[in-house]
């Protein structure tokens, strides 16, 4: 039935649409043979008044063209919706089943900033022939965006979910081959998300495709080249999400989220080196939160860099506050993004914050993780990492060990200090493997000139350990939990009277 319409919605336009005028001499000339003069007049009057008729009673035929995507000659979202609305139609009564899919290629946008535009374009292509070539010639194929594709399968009366998980399965592995370009190969996975239509949430065309958008993000979450179906389980964890988000936007504007200060202390005097600031979220309802529970939900808003900024100057702010009492607090560390590093105006903003507070550039700590040398070159980073420490700034090099730095990253970065991260603390004083690990690393720190802080300390043993291999400086919850800034002069002066009661524990000089 569909097919049949098709075919009529093409002929109309000819039958009835300009096209017919090419006809019109051939018109004139038979009534003209087959009744005389007075059916030539009446022909040659009789057509252009009914085409000026249908026109002005507006019955003339729109151009029912469908808009085509430039690049892959497959149809737009406009058309596919239309076509989806027919589909979805014709598969509400119990004979016929269909479903929506929707492809997207993973990281398309960093494919495209390694080989260029004209690659990208290539892959869209290939991509939009192969989905094409693993369908039916009647099943409805689009490009929604430059990465993602849709498909709508034409109605067919036997369609289950295993059904269509093979057949996601079909179209993912012809999209994930290989792709020639120029002298070299280029492989593309995809995420798929579907959803059949007898599963959709709502009884409208959108409410399906929404449905196959909720499965996409799922699998998109779970990727790269996952599958997911569509269920009401998924969708309200999607919604969950969504309201998270939102949640933490308004906990930024408001104030919810601030830092919270992890003491750092040296091996050799005991003494207070520095406060890490770490976010915590003040949630009204779930109280304390830590960064885990809502950091992503930050980097899907967007919100990245609203965050540094907010952990940046509340830090500066207990500087000044510490300074104010009298406390002797050398430095605050801040935790700085890959996606932070990035602002070209990083360098100056701090500058700039710093002249604000009227502080010295040694007092601010830059923590990056070894996660962000290793990811690859980047030139933005790379200027800004080298650019703040040629200001002054301190740049340790966070959970070192878990990221795979190279030596000469860590030369090329000037790094001043190494944090050893807490898994190789864990047990230290017990486990000799540990030990010979944690000395390694102390022995390259040293043969480098860096210092070192170990992270997680949480007993003495793990303290004394420290201290006796030569680390520089440890934080953890055996020295202090994070705590707010309304705690931490308090947690300064016990301390402080803890040092002129007890020893050193270590008997270091540098």
């Keep these: 039935m569909i097919r049949l319409r098709s075919v009529f919605d093409s002929l109309l336009p000819i039958l009835t649409g300009p096209a017919i005028l090419a006809f019109l001499p051939a018109l004139t000339l038979g009534a003209f043979w087959l009744g005389g003069e007075v059916a030539l007049l009446m022909t040659s009057l009789g057509l252009p008044l009914l085409f000026a008729l249908a026109g002005a009673l507006g019955k003339w035929p729109k151009d029912n063209a469908t808009p085509r995507d430039a690049v892959t000659g497959l149809m737009l979202r406009e058309g596919f919706q239309n076509a989806m609305t027919e589909i979805h139609h014709a598969a509400q009564g119990p004979d016929f089943k269909s479903a929506c899919f929707l492809i997207e290629l993973d990281d398309y946008h960093e494919m495209i900033s390694r080989h260029g535009a004209a690659t990208g374009d290539l892959v869209a292509l290939r991509s939009g022939e192969r989905i094409r070539g693993a369908l039916r010639e009647r099943d409805v194929v689009a490009r929604l965006t430059d990465c993602r594709f849709a498909v709508c399968l034409s109605p067919v009366r036997q369609l289950d979910l295993e059904l269509c998980i093979q057949m996601a399965g079909r179209i993912q592995s012809s999209v994930e081959d290989p792709i020639s370009v120029d002298a070299s190969t280029v492989y593309v996975s995809c995420s798929v998300g579907f959803c059949l239509s007898s599963r959709a949430p709502g009884h409208k065309p959108d409410d399906w495709l929404e449905a196959a958008l909720v499965a996409l993000k799922e699998a998109r979450d779970n990727g790269p080249s996952a599958i997911r179906a569509f269920s009401p389980d998924m969708h309200r964890q999607i919604r969950s999400k969504s309201n998270l988000r939102d949640e933490v936007v308004a906990a930024l504007e408001t104030g919810q989220i601030l830092p919270f200060y992890q003491p750092q202390i040296s091996t050799d005097t005991g003494r207070v080196t520095g406060f890490e600031a770490l976010a915590r979220w003040m949630h009204p309802v779930r109280g304390i939160l830590g960064p885990d529970s809502f950091l992503p939900a930050v980097e899907e808003a967007g919100m990245v860099q609203k965050l540094g900024q907010v952990m940046l100057y509340h830090a500066l702010t207990a500087l000044k506050a510490w300074d104010s009492a009298g406390t002797e607090v050398p430095r605050v560390g801040v935790n700085f993004t890959a996606d932070e590093l990035r602002d070209p105006e990083l360098v100056q903003r701090i500058q700039w914050e710093l002249d ?155």
Excluded at 418 to 436: T, Y
Excluded at 438 to 445: K, P, S
């Design 356 to 510: 604000r507070f009227e502080l010295t550039p040694d007092r601010l700590s830059i923590e990056v993780l070894e996660t962000v040398f290793s990811q690859g070159p980047d030139d933005v980073i790379t200027r800004n990492i080298r650019g703040l420490s040629a200001m002054g700034c301190r740049v340790d090099l966070d959970d070192f060990g878990t990221g795979h730095a190279s030596i000469a990253s860590i030369r090329r970065f000037d790094i001043s200090r190494i944090k050893i991260d807490r898994s190789f603390v864990m047990k230290a004083d017990r486990d000799p493997e540990q030990q010979r690990m944690v000395a390694a690393i102390l022995t390259m720190a040293e043969r480098l000139g860096l210092e070192t802080l170990a992270e997680g300390v949480e007993t003495v043993g793990e303290h004394a350990l420290l201290a006796q291999l030569g680390c520089d400086h440890v934080q953890g919850f055996g020295i202090g939990r994070p705590m707010p800034f309304e705690q931490t002069l308090d947690w300064i002066a016990s301390h402080s009277d803890k040092l002129r009661e007890a020893p050193r524990i270590g008997g270091q000089t540098r």
